[in-house]
């Protein structure tokens, strides 16, 4: 089983970009897929959800109207699209999968919003 992120990386404020969670070794269209975020020195936060077939979606508070969780289950991948940045913003970002199984973790990507 793996879940591999990708597209982390250093962004101005206001800026934008997309993370990337490739799903592998598991029915992945069965899961809840989910991104999580943790700042240096604080606690793990849960950013968005989407259910198995894509029909629903949760956001927090913190990023609600700037970013969107999507999926597409025939590539066995979830993404988040992140738009007008923000310095607390800045984390690393992991994806979550839970479903008919184990749950699944992903080792994260850093995204990086400098003041």
């Known amino acids: 089983v793996q879940l591999v992120e990708s597209g982390g990386g250093l962004v101005q404020p206001g800026g934008s970009?997309?993370?990337s969670c490739a799903a592998s070794g598991?029915?992945?269209r069965r899961y809840t897929m989910s991104w999580y975020r943790q700042a240096p020195g604080k606690e793990r936060e849960?950013?968005?959800?989407?259910t198995s077939g894509g029909?629903?979606?949760n956001y927090a508070d913190s990023v609600k109207g700037r970013f969107t969780i999507s999926r597409d289950n025939a590539k066995n991948t979830v993404y988040l699209q992140m738009e007008s940045l923000k310095p607390e913003d800045t984390a690393v970002y992991s994806c979550n999968a839970r479903?008919?199984?184990?749950?699944?973790?992903?080792q994260g990507t850093l995204v990086t919003v400098p003041e």
């Open 17 to 19: 970009l997309r993370l």
């Open 26 to 28: 598991f029915t992945f």
């Open 46 to 50: 849960l950013v968005a959800t989407i």
């Open 55 to 57: 029909g629903s979606t």
């Open 99 to 106: 479903g008919p199984g184990p749950e699944y973790w992903g």
